[in-house]
């Protein structure tokens, strides 16, 4: 019968409010004080990635243009 008890307390436990600890709450916090810096890195990095690639294309003359013409835009 004392089984029963436990085997309640347990599933009480399970679903009652948690409260959080000072470090979850420091956790949570420092991810959303990163996120902006994150963000702007990445697009960033992502946007002069694409940038370079094209320069090097174009000093390449893997586009059909004029090639002097070309190679000034991409070392540009």
């Known amino acids: 019968m004392n089984t029963d008890k ?3 307390e347990s599933i009480a436990k399970e679903y009652a409010p948690k409260e959080t600890s000072k ?4 956790r949570k916090l420092d991810s959303k004080a990163k996120r ?5 890195a990445y ?3 992502i946007i002069s990635a694409l940038v370079l690639g094209v320069g090097m ?3 390449m003359n893997q586009f059909d243009l ?3 013409i070309s ?5 540009i």
Do not use: H, R
């Open 6 to 8: 436990i085997y309640a």
């Open 71 to 75: 190679m000034i835009a991409g070392k």
């Open 57 to 59: 294309c174009l000093c």
């Open 23 to 26: 470090v979850v709450a420091l």
């Open 43 to 45: 697009t960033f990095g």
């Open 36 to 40: 902006p810096a994150n963000i702007f």
């Open 66 to 68: 004029n090639s002097t």
